[in-house]
């Protein structure tokens, strides 16, 4: 062998004896690695705990269909509401009653008259929960058969149904207790629930009840507060609470009235139709507002406002609620406006803001002490513009300020609220509501806000238990 390639070959030798050694320590420390448990990644905690959760148990209150159902076919048969001139429900034959499936049908529809649709959660919620279990693949809501393996406990009564059929019926007896027939399913309820063990063991603190309308269970508002209570806000409790509550602070809630800590905020029902993005149209009218001029408490700031903006230009102000004609209207004007006006009401909130979302009407709201459905899962100033109260009373300001918003930042509105129009429907178009909810809809996503709730409601119920007997927790109050 040449001597040049002999040290070639040599020299080569030291070379592949290193990287033989660097192969085999990788070999094994690959070896070594894989012998231990894949190490868990660790992400920043959601806003939501139920983000990772795929079901929360709910066990339904075993409460008479006289409470629910019945009430409804009560409806469909014999009820006549004063309050309306005209009630489409019931504008039809007579002589043909004895057609109607609605009397007699296992799960009648749930009324059309506006006074009552806005409320419709309760009987959403509640079909949801009656859908057999091979059709409830898409709730979030699993249904227990028993109490001891629930989060929750659902309490099926149509409150809201109830108190607005003694309010159509006779006005003058609802806050009376003597022949108060909404009194007295009020009082069958409490008294169904307060007899159950699992009532017992929680003092109520893991019901849920829902009380969309802000009178429904007025009468025992008090023993139902420690509940979780689904309400549209919290406008109907103030003027209880302000004699009840041992706070000195002007905007205190008694925390075992009502409380985002402990209860959901749910949308109304929208009574308009949704508007697709692709089907949206040019909007000739700057802002839109329908609804009742006069209103008490809170909502006096509506009067206000309307004689600011009724003259101004680009700004249309018409009086009426979107019943029959007034509905028709209501689709127009919302659809043919960039802005629709949201002020107070008699509570801080109504369905008409759910109608604008619905008609892709950028959202106007002039209400300081609003609580929004699903905050922490929607972000509402992507697709709303927010007023102050002071602001809004100002002469020519409100107009001023939405002429400022850009097409772009008008367009980027309607874009944002078209991906959020799904999550406020509650209509399944199922007969009855019995049948598959949709995954992105209002009742899957009142079912989570209940579950971030459950920490909270568990250590309120071992916080209680420690208590020894005699003795009284003081009222907490929120500061809001």
């Given at each position: 062998?040449?001597?040049?390639?002999?040290?070639?070959?040599?020299?080569?030798?030291?070379?592949?004896?290193?990287?033989?050694?660097?192969?085999?320590?990788?070999?094994?420390?690959?070896?070594?690695?894989?012998?231990?448990?894949?190490?868990?990644?660790?992400?920043?905690?959601?806003?939501?705990?139920?983000?990772?959760?795929?079901?929360?148990?709910?066990?339904?209150?075993?409460?008479?269909?006289?409470?629910?159902?019945?009430?409804?076919?009560?409806?469909?048969?014999?009820?006549?509401?004063?309050?309306?001139?005209?009630?489409?429900?019931?504008?039809?034959?007579?002589?043909?009653?004895?057609?109607?499936?609605?009397?007699?049908?296992?799960?009648?529809?749930?009324?059309?008259?506006?006074?009552?649709?806005?409320?419709?959660?309760?009987?959403?919620?509640?079909?949801?929960?009656?859908?057999?279990?091979?059709?409830?693949?898409?709730?979030?809501?699993?249904?227990?058969?028993?109490?001891?393996?629930?989060?929750?406990?659902?309490?099926?009564?149509?409150?809201?149904?109830?108190?607005?059929?003694?309010?159509?019926?006779?006005?003058?007896?609802?806050?009376?207790?003597?022949?108060?027939?909404?009194?007295?399913?009020?009082?069958?309820?409490?008294?169904?629930?307060?007899?159950?063990?699992?009532?017992?063991?929680?003092?109520?603190?893991?019901?849920?009840?829902?009380?969309?309308?802000?009178?429904?269970?007025?009468?025992?508002?008090?023993?139902?507060?420690?509940?979780?209570?689904?309400?549209?806000?919290?406008?109907?409790?103030?003027?209880?609470?302000?004699?009840?509550?041992?706070?000195?602070?002007?905007?205190?809630?008694?925390?075992?009235?009502?409380?985002?800590?402990?209860?959901?905020?749910?949308?109304?029902?929208?009574?308009?139709?949704?508007?697709?993005?692709?089907?949206?149209?040019?909007?000739?009218?700057?802002?839109?507002?329908?609804?009742?001029?006069?209103?008490?408490?809170?909502?006096?700031?509506?009067?206000?406002?309307?004689?600011?903006?009724?003259?101004?230009?680009?700004?249309?102000?018409?009086?009426?609620?979107?019943?029959?004609?007034?509905?028709?209207?209501?689709?127009?004007?919302?659809?043919?406006?960039?802005?629709?006006?949201?002020?107070?009401?008699?509570?801080?909130?109504?369905?008409?803001?759910?109608?604008?979302?619905?008609?892709?009407?950028?959202?106007?709201?002039?209400?300081?002490?609003?609580?929004?459905?699903?905050?922490?899962?929607?972000?509402?100033?992507?697709?709303?513009?927010?007023?102050?109260?002071?602001?809004?009373?100002?002469?020519?300001?409100?107009?001023?300020?939405?002429?400022?918003?850009?097409?772009?930042?008008?367009?980027?509105?309607?874009?944002?609220?078209?991906?959020?129009?799904?999550?406020?429907?509650?209509?399944?178009?199922?007969?009855?509501?019995?049948?598959p909810i949709p995954v992105d809809g209002a009742v899957n996503h009142i079912w989570k806000k209940v579950h971030q709730k459950l920490p909270m409601i568990k250590e309120a119920i071992i916080r209680e238990?420690?208590?020894?007997?005699?003795?009284?927790?003081?009222?907490?109050?929120?500061?809001?």
């Amino acid at each position: 062998m040449p001597a040049m390639a002999k040290n070639a070959t040599f020299s080569s030798l030291p070379r592949l004896f290193l990287s033989f050694t660097i192969l085999s320590i990788l070999s094994l420390a690959l070896y070594l690695f894989s012998s231990f448990p894949t190490p868990t990644i660790l992400h920043p905690p959601s806003l939501s705990a139920s983000a990772s959760a795929s079901a929360i148990n709910v066990y339904v209150a075993d409460l008479p269909r006289s409470l629910n159902y019945a009430l409804l076919q009560r409806y469909w048969s014999s009820f006549s509401d004063s309050r309306l001139p005209s009630d489409h429900d019931h504008d039809h034959d007579h002589d043909h009653d004895h057609l109607s499936p609605h009397r007699t049908a296992a799960f009648p529809p749930y009324p059309d008259n506006p006074l009552i649709k806005q409320y419709s959660a309760e009987y959403w919620i509640t079909s949801d929960l009656m859908t057999p279990p091979q059709h409830r693949a898409t709730s979030f809501a699993k249904r227990v058969l028993d109490p001891s393996q629930a989060d929750v406990v659902f309490v099926p009564f149509f409150a809201t149904l109830s108190a607005e059929m003694q309010l159509g019926a006779n006005r003058a007896a609802f806050r009376k207790k003597l022949g108060n027939e909404d009194y007295r399913r009020q009082r069958q309820v409490i008294q169904a629930l307060k007899a159950t063990h699992a009532w017992n063991r929680s003092g109520g603190r893991d019901h849920v009840f829902v009380l969309t309308d802000p009178v429904a269970m007025w009468h025992v508002k008090d023993e139902i507060a420690p509940a979780v209570l689904l309400v549209v806000d919290f406008g109907g409790w103030y003027r209880l609470d302000s004699k009840a509550s041992n706070c000195t602070q002007s905007g205190v809630v008694p925390h075992l009235q009502v409380s985002v800590i402990k209860d959901v905020i749910v949308p109304y029902t929208h009574l308009l139709p949704r508007l697709d993005l692709s089907e949206n149209k040019e909007r000739d009218n700057l802002l839109y507002f329908k609804g009742a001029k006069h209103r008490h408490r809170g909502g006096l700031i509506r009067e206000k406002l309307w004689d600011l903006l009724i003259n101004e230009p680009g700004v249309i102000m018409e009086e009426g609620f979107p019943n029959a004609t007034g509905r028709e209207q209501s689709i127009k004007g919302m659809r043919a406006s960039e802005f629709c006006l949201h002020p107070a009401g008699d509570t801080p909130t109504s369905c008409r803001l759910f109608d604008a979302i619905q008609s892709l009407c950028v959202p106007v709201i002039v209400s300081d002490n609003i609580e929004l459905p699903f905050e922490g899962m929607v972000d509402y100033s992507e697709f709303s513009v927010f007023v102050a109260v002071s602001d809004a009373l100002k002469p020519s300001w409100l107009v001023n300020h939405l002429k400022r918003f850009s097409k772009e930042q008008k367009d980027r509105f309607r874009q944002n609220m078209a991906r959020v129009q799904p999550i406020f429907v509650y209509d399944n178009d199922q007969p009855g509501g019995i049948g598959p909810i949709p995954v992105d809809g209002a009742v899957n996503h009142i079912w989570k806000k209940v579950h971030q709730k459950l920490p909270m409601i568990k250590e309120a119920i071992i916080r209680e238990r420690r208590k020894p007997p005699g003795v009284s927790v003081p009222r907490r109050c929120h500061c809001t």
